[in-house]
């Protein structure tokens, strides 16, 4: 979009607040997320960007290495400025809690009090902030949901002695979001049918989101061969999380050896928290299962995690909530079949056992019954393999999601009113 084909939004400052983290070494500015190709993407179509994430904690390992952001995903653009705004990784104890918050509220108003328009990304505490923090300064804002703010919240409690009367903050937060803040939006984008009918009737103007999907087509590799029968191929690709189910994930790579020793295979490319994180490796040593699995971390290696899932035959995906999750497009577009929770808002999109096979999250035995079942069936795997070929292609391709930002305000009055 050249400068004589932007309309209203060329003229705009956009700020955006996203749930990611955000690190900082002597080479650039990183994010952990796709979110850099669409900023960097939007900051050309409007008149001034600025993007407001999590400061990464330098000593978390996750983040840094040697002093080193792990993050190789660049924020670059001449209208860009990005804004750090609190710190992710801090003290879980309260006190230091709340001073945070309180900074990062006074660092919100000010970044919100420049803006023409606002977009938040939600369900996250923060979002919630900074949309009432814009109903108070009367300054317009649009919501991306990601997933159901109520259950996604409801997955997400936190632990510690204080944490008790916090879940339930969140909780009663989530409910003014979903249905207060929601209906004073301007404008909400979300993923998945099932999002896109609850937020159309609490808002007008929801739009279907078009996938923030970092995978160009002349990356897909859909071609493959018929799936190796002496082992099991598998994959899990985002935050080792309780929500996601990746304990369950283990009990079934514990149930697939046990019955073909030695011939099961599953990676794991993510991070979570430590006490969970723990867990896992408990898991794996009593199950007797460290052959089979193996845990990348954190893979931020666009290529290296393509490889990733070409090399996989099966994505398995057992969490209990979801939006509709971008790990599905990239699996797919790399010929990568899918094993998932039957939730709505991935059944809305794909068809179980025809597009994918839909499994009940709460039991192992489920993603096992459906790994063999696709390893014994070639002809369903080359049904499968056409029509998510069919699918991707239809998706991703036909447009961006920053171009599609870029539609929805220029056809919205209410941001033009005045």
Request: net charge positive; charged share 25%.
């Amino acid at each position: 979009m050249t400068q004589t084909e932007r309309g209203k939004a060329g003229k705009a400052h956009v700020v955006m607040f996203a749930y990611c983290d955000i690190t900082k070494d002597e080479g650039g500015i990183y994010t952990n997320d796709n979110y850099s190709d669409f900023v960097n993407e939007l900051s050309g179509f409007v008149g001034r960007m600025t993007f407001v994430g999590a400061k990464a904690h330098t000593k978390n390992p996750v983040h840094y290495k040697d002093g080193k952001s792990l993050y190789r995903r660049p924020l670059r653009h001449e209208n860009l400025t990005v804004r750090l705004v609190g710190e992710s990784g801090g003290s879980p104890r309260l006190w230091p809690t709340l001073k945070r918050v309180a900074a990062k509220m006074r660092a919100l108003w000010a970044v919100i009090s420049d803006a023409d328009i606002v977009y938040l990304t939600v369900p996250h505490v923060s979002g919630l902030i900074a949309a009432v923090l814009c109903l108070i300064r009367g300054k317009p804002y649009g919501f991306y949901v990601g997933a159901d703010w109520v259950e996604l919240m409801d997955h997400s409690e936190r632990s510690g002695e204080w944490r008790h009367g916090f879940n339930s903050l969140r909780r009663w937060l989530s409910l003014l979001g979903d249905r207060v803040l929601s209906r004073h939006a301007d404008f909400i984008i979300t993923a998945g049918d099932k999002s896109l009918n609850k937020y159309k009737a609490l808002n007008a103007n929801t739009h279907a989101v078009v996938p923030m999907v970092n995978v160009a087509p002349q990356e897909f590799r859909f071609g493959r061969q018929e799936m190796r029968r002496d082992q099991y191929r598998l994959i899990f690709v985002g935050a080792l999380i309780a929500r996601k189910n990746v304990h369950k994930i283990l009990e079934a790579v514990a149930e697939l050896d046990r019955r073909r020793p030695g011939g099961v295979i599953c990676h794991f490319a993510g991070h979570g928290p430590s006490d969970y994180t723990e867990r896992l490796e408990g898991l794996v040593d009593d199950l007797g299962i460290a052959h089979a699995v193996i845990f990348h971390g954190r893979v931020t290696d666009k290529k290296i995690l393509q490889d990733l899932y070409h090399d996989a035959d099966v994505l398995l995906l057992p969490s209990a909530a979801e939006g509709f999750p971008r790990v599905i497009y990239e699996a797919l577009s790399q010929g990568c079949l899918v094993v998932a929770s039957g939730i709505e808002t991935i059944t809305a999109m794909l068809k179980p056992d025809t597009d994918f096979m839909a499994i009940d999250a709460e039991r192992a035995f489920s993603m096992v019954e459906a790994v063999e079942r696709l390893y014994g069936d070639p002809k369903l795997v080359e049904r499968m393999r056409v029509r998510n070929e069919d699918f991707v292609r239809d998706r991703i391709v036909r447009s961006t999601a920053a171009r599609q930002f870029v539609s929805v305000v220029e056809t919205t009055p209410s941001l033009w009113s005045n």
